[in-house]
């Protein structure tokens, strides 16, 4: 059976990231520890059972965007009326580069470079828009799909890194 991952990649950052490739495949696992030593030696023996080797570097980083999505209700009590050409006009003038409804009526998501969250917040509230909150993902610049084959292997991956306590979050540019 083939190894779903042919490589991963280690750096170091607020949070501990480890990547691996596989048939086109990109993945970006976050984790954060006090213990951070031993999480990442939990998380290298999970992707050794996956992998064919481990090297160091973060070109796989260069295949994904750093994108905030804030999340706002119009109104200061967040109980008013959207009005999604209002809200694009908020987004042009604060630097976001996309607007959609939320997920839940009277919400509206305002997508934006990591680095401009903080500043399209601002120009939200001030535009008496209520921020419910401000998630930062790796967003990927294409996609591929995969065999039914790798997305089995990739599920399994990804079942046994979400199972570690220190798991935050990964980011795909397939869809499993």
């Known amino acids: 059976m083939?190894?779903?991952?042919?490589?991963?990649?280690s750096i170091r950052n607020e949070?501990?990231?480890l990547l691996a490739i596989?048939?086109?495949?990109?993945?970006?696992?976050?984790?954060?520890?006090?213990?951070?030593?031993?999480?990442?030696?939990?998380?290298r023996i999970i992707f050794k059972k996956h992998v064919a080797s481990i090297e160091s570097g973060n070109g796989i980083l260069n295949n994904f965007d750093l994108k905030s999505m804030?999340?706002?209700?119009?109104?200061?009590?967040?109980s008013s009326a959207l009005d999604l050409e209002k809200a694009e006009e908020v987004a042009i003038e604060a630097g976001a580069e996309?607007?959609?409804?939320?997920?839940?009526?009277?919400?509206?998501?305002?997508?934006?470079?990591?680095k401009e969250a903080s500043k399209v917040a601002k120009a939200a509230e001030n535009a008496d828009y209520k921020v419910i909150e401000t998630v930062t993902e790796y967003v990927p610049k294409t996609t591929v799909e995969l065999s039914d084959e790798a997305r089995a292997e990739l599920n399994a991956l990804k079942a046994k890194l979400e199972a570690n306590a220190d798991f935050l979050n990964i980011h795909l540019n397939c869809e499993t």
Do not use: M, N, W
């Open 15 to 17: 949070l501990d990231i």
């Open 2 to 9: 083939k190894k779903f991952a042919d490589r991963v990649y």
């Open 98 to 114: 996309e607007v959609v409804a939320g997920e839940y009526p009277g919400e509206v998501v305002f997508i934006c470079d990591a």
């Open 22 to 43: 596989s048939q086109g495949s990109l993945f970006i696992v976050q984790f954060a520890s006090v213990h951070q030593k031993r999480t990442e030696q939990e998380i």
């Open 70 to 78: 804030v999340t706002a209700k119009y109104g200061s009590d967040g």
